[in-house]
């Protein structure tokens, strides 16, 4: 905004001589100033001035004493003047004779001159933030089209916010609809690694109150809101002081929240900021919902609709590509057969639906006696089968004799009152030893449960060329 010409300006004076303060006392009222006279550099206040008047004896000392007046005083306009003629002055020079008229005209023109400066170096900020905004909502589209991984995602979009609000720490935290709560889908910062294994019920805490009601909230002071839940700070021991938190919202749904925790430098989260993150998060949590949808057909096109378990497809697939890796690094994949001996009279006895309860029983032990990397898949009916990573067959054969004696001592349809026992044949194929290709192994494996099935049942069969033998075991190698 352009000053007023009519204002007092409140003007400190620089003097080196007596006679130019005399000089400046007597014209200070006439030319509109209030001023504060101090001699040379000495004893400068904290004081707000409008401007600084300060003395030179000569053009050569100009800058090193504007430089070191700044210094102390800070980006305040300054007019220099002289006792003497100084020879091809700046603009914002008064040589002498000094008069009121000179002084408020070079006043008015030096501050009105700072004031045009000053909104235009914000203007320039502004458009720069608007530009920064812009790259990051382009950016943002660009990974909707682009990024389908969930994760990734959430990546993405925070990298984004994190160049236009940075903070200390940050989550994104999604919906379970299943539970009604709350899960850290990503977080960064301190307390990152320990609350990404916690969950928040909707409606509760700062994230789950924006979740349950949809609004955004600022909250820079915690100990005065409360809706705060300090158990994650207690957990995480980090110190949460303030909270920028809006909704994602997409299609009308809510997908979760974005959290802001701590605004660099100390700073309180302000309504740009805000205003800021809604404007992301809109095409973010659109980028989102895409990608959760894309993961959740992905998973649905592998994933047995019954058990939940992979299916046969997947299994192929996941198969082909062990044995590329270990044919790379010479290493062994073993695959295990299983099926359930017996299970059709479950079936024409209680009905297919309670058949299928059971086959869900079945599936959840089977992954109870494996582990994470290895896969489970239901093959087809009453059949499942097992990719046991990097495991030869000794280590299959272990882990099959642990899930044949699980189910044998596992009561199903318990909750249905009907206490039914189960027993499985189970047969074992390793790459490279028994088969070069994912169909060998399964054909090998699959022969190999055949075996078993028919002769003991309720036991472990190895693929082999050679000849076979029943061990005092049950199983056949």
């Not at 060329?465 to 190698?477: A, K, N, Q, R, V």
């Amino acid at each position: 905004m352009i000053t007023d010409d009519r204002a007092v300006k409140n003007v400190c004076a620089i003097f080196k001589n007596a006679r130019s303060k005399s000089t400046l006392t007597a014209l200070a009222r006439q030319a509109g100033t209030r001023m504060s006279f101090f001699k040379d550099n000495v004893s400068l206040t904290s004081e707000p001035y409008d401007l600084i008047l300060l003395e030179i004896e000569e053009r050569r000392s100009m800058t090193e004493r504007i430089k070191r007046v700044r210094r102390l005083m800070g980006e305040i306009p300054i007019i220099t003047f002289s006792s003497k003629d100084i020879p091809r002055p700046p603009l914002d020079h008064l040589n002498p004779p000094l008069r009121a008229d000179v002084i408020r005209e070079a006043v008015d023109r030096t501050l009105n001159a700072y004031a045009r400066e000053k909104l235009l170096a914000e203007s320039r900020a502004r458009l720069k933030r608007l530009g920064q905004k812009f790259d990051t909502l382009i950016n943002i589209v660009k990974t909707a089209n682009s990024v389908l991984d969930p994760k990734r995602v959430t990546e993405l979009i925070m990298e984004n916010i994190q160049h236009l609000i940075p903070s200390e720490a940050w989550s994104i935290l999604l919906i379970d609809e299943t539970n009604q709560d709350l899960f850290f889908e990503l977080a960064r910062g301190e307390e990152g690694r320990t609350v990404s294994q916690m969950r928040i019920k909707v409606g509760e805490g700062i994230a789950g109150w924006v979740a349950a009601t949809g609004q955004p909230t600022i909250v820079n002071d915690v100990t005065k809101d409360k809706r705060f839940l300090p158990i994650i700070d207690e957990k995480s021991n980090f110190r949460t002081r303030a909270i920028l938190c809006a909704p994602l919202i997409s299609r009308g749904r809510t997908l979760g929240v974005v959290e802001i925790i701590n605004k660099r430098e100390g700073h309180s989260f302000t309504d740009t900021d805000l205003e800021l993150l809604l404007t992301l998060v809109e095409p973010a949590a659109i980028a989102l919902q895409n990608a959760i949808l894309y993961q959740r057909a992905k998973e649905l096109s592998i994933t047995d609709d019954l058990t939940k378990l992979y299916n046969s497809r997947y299994l192929q697939e996941h198969l082909g590509k062990e044995i590329k890796r270990c044919r790379r690094y010479g290493s062994q994949v073993s695959l295990i057969f299983l099926d359930l001996d017996g299970f059709k009279e479950i079936n024409d006895h209680f009905g297919h639906m309670t058949g299928g309860k059971a086959l869900i029983e079945v599936g959840a032990v089977i992954k109870s006696c494996v582990r994470d990397v290895d896969v489970t898949a239901r093959y087809g009916g009453d059949e499942f089968t097992i990719v046991l990573t990097e495991t030869d067959t000794d280590g299959a054969v272990t882990i099959a004799e642990r899930i044949r004696y699980h189910i044998e001592n596992q009561v199903f349809l318990a909750d249905d009152g009907l206490n039914v026992r189960l027993s499985a044949s189970l047969g074992i194929a390793t790459y490279p030893t028994h088969g070069q290709t994912q169909e060998e192994i399964v054909k090998l494996a699959d022969k190999a449960m055949y075996r078993i099935k028919g002769s003991s049942k309720n036991g472990i069969a190895v693929a082999s060329p050679e000849d076979i033998f029943t061990s005092t075991s049950g199983i056949l190698i």
